[in-house]
């Protein structure tokens, strides 16, 4: 069992930075990290990813270049997003699942069984 705990949302304008935080509350260099994205009406979408152990990193194409997911610590995955449009404005939300899942399959939502409450991200044009 494992809680995530996600932090750093806020509103920008377009072109601007945010840096998204998600602790966990044990260890999770064995778990793949994912941050996941969800508009209002819209199905929620993998963002980017970490996967356990080697800690290979995936992204969806439309943040490729612009986002970077990386492990600060033992317990602890930021999402640095830069270059910011309107079109990223949406809750984010944190996930963790067991073991090392990598390709486009580490961005799939039900790959995953721990998510955290989530926060918000509003870009401004």
């Known amino acids: 069992q494992v809680h995530l705990v996600e932090s750093g949302g806020g509103s920008v304008q377009a072109g601007g930075s945010l840096r998204l935080s998600c602790v966990a509350t044990?260890?999770?260099?064995?778990?793949?990290i994912a941050w996941f994205r969800q508009a209002p009406g819209k199905e929620r979408e993998g963002v980017a990813s970490i996967a356990a152990f080697a800690g290979r990193t995936d992204y969806a194409d439309s943040v490729k270049g612009r986002f970077t997911i990386s492990r600060d610590n033992v317990n602890t995955v930021t999402l640095e997003m830069n270059n910011l449009k309107v079109e990223d404005t949406a809750m984010y939300y944190c996930?963790?699942?067991?073991?090392?899942?990598?390709?486009?399959?580490?961005?799939?939502?039900?790959?995953?069984?721990?998510w955290g409450q989530g926060t918000q991200v509003t870009v401004s044009s």
């Open positions: 044990r260890y999770i260099y064995t778990s793949t």
């Open positions: 996930a963790a699942a067991d073991g090392q899942i990598l390709g486009s399959l580490s961005l799939r939502v039900e790959k995953y069984n721990y």
